[in-house]
C-alpha cells in the first residue's frame, strides 16, 4: 500500500473515530459497552500498520476532546496513551504473525495486542 493512501485511509478512520462515539453516546450506556472510540483505531493499526495506527491512536481522541469535549479531561491522557498503544501493537503483531487462515489470524492479533496493553497497563499501575 503505497503512502498516500494510507495517509488518505488514515485520515478516515480518524474522521470515524470522533463521530463514532456521538453517534453511540445518542444510546443510554452504547459508547461504555462498545467503545467506538476504538474501533476505527483498531482497523486502522490492521489496515494502515503500526505507525499510522499510532498516530490515529495519538490524535483522535485530542480532536474529539477539542471538538465535542469528549472523552472527560480526567480520561484524555489515558485515553491518548491507551489507544495510541493499540494502534502501534495492532500494526505490529499483524505485520509479525502469520497464519494463512486470516479471521484465526486477526482474532489472534487483537487478542494478543490487547492481554499486552493490559499487561503493560497493569505495569504502569494505569
Sequence with gaps: MNKTKQ????S??????????????AIPNAG???LPMHIPVLICGFVCGPIYGLLVGLVTPILSYLIFAMPSTIMLSQ???ELSIYGFLIGLLNKK??????????YLV???????WRS???????
Design 79 to 81: 485515553m491518548i496513551v
Design 7 to 10: 495517509l488518505s485511509l488514515s
Design 32 to 34: 461504555n459497552i462498545f
Design 120 to 126: 503493560l497497563a497493569q505495569m504502569l499501575n494505569l
Design 97 to 106: 504473525i502469520h497464519l494463512s487462515n486470516v479471521l484465526l489470524k486477526n
Design 12 to 25: 478516515m478512520f480518524l474522521a470515524l473515530g470522533v463521530l463514532f462515539p456521538q453517534l453511540f453516546h
Design 110 to 116: 487483537l487478542i494478543s495486542s490487547m492481554m499486552k
